[in-house]
């Protein structure tokens, strides 16, 4: 275990694993019985989770079987990207900062088995919306209202793609 000292706020972990038994990633509260699970997959495993934390003194606890790297992230952004914004990828990702500026449309496809979530990451706040939430194939069009600097959080184990306007 490696104690870190969290801002509070956007926090992501940026995780690779060789193993082939589980991987977890918790990130627990030295103080209280906070405990944050960011991941946890069986097997090989390269990804990004975000969750907001408070702010103060963490454990970092990895359980792993076999090779295994991280980052702790906590951006700042107070700019970013304009939209649209087209992204794709086969693994979990957080991606941004984008200058949201009110009503979006969100474009998603989706081609595994297990659950899509795209969440809206806002810069300043402590807690995310849910845009898409689906279990297996997916492609649809979420519309959604944000204005402000925010990320994007995909959580998905297959291709997907995103167009965001």
Not at 83 to 89: A, E, G, I, K, N
Request: glycine letters at 10%; charged letters at 25%; proline letters at 4%.
């Amino acid at each position: 275990m490696v104690e870190i000292n969290i801002d509070g706020g956007l926090t992501v972990i940026d995780a690779v694993h060789s193993g082939s038994s589980n991987f977890q990633v918790h990130l627990a509260s030295s103080t209280d019985d906070r405990c944050e699970l960011f991941v946890n997959e069986i097997g090989a495993y390269a990804g990004e989770n975000a969750r907001f934390l408070e702010p103060g003194a963490y454990l970092l606890e990895v359980e792993a079987d076999g090779d295994w790297w991280l980052e702790v992230r906590q951006p700042r952004s107070t700019s970013g990207a304009e939209l649209p914004q087209s992204l794709r990828d086969d693994k979990p990702r957080v991606v941004g900062p984008f200058e949201f500026g009110g009503s979006h449309t969100a474009t998603c496809s989706h081609r595994g088995d297990r659950n899509v979530q795209v969440i809206l990451l806002p810069a300043e706040s402590q807690s995310g919306e849910f845009v898409v939430d689906e279990i297996g194939p997916y492609t649809g069009e979420q519309s959604f209202d944000y204005t402000g600097i925010g990320y994007i959080g995909v959580e998905a184990y297959d291709e997907w793609t995103l167009e965001l306007e």
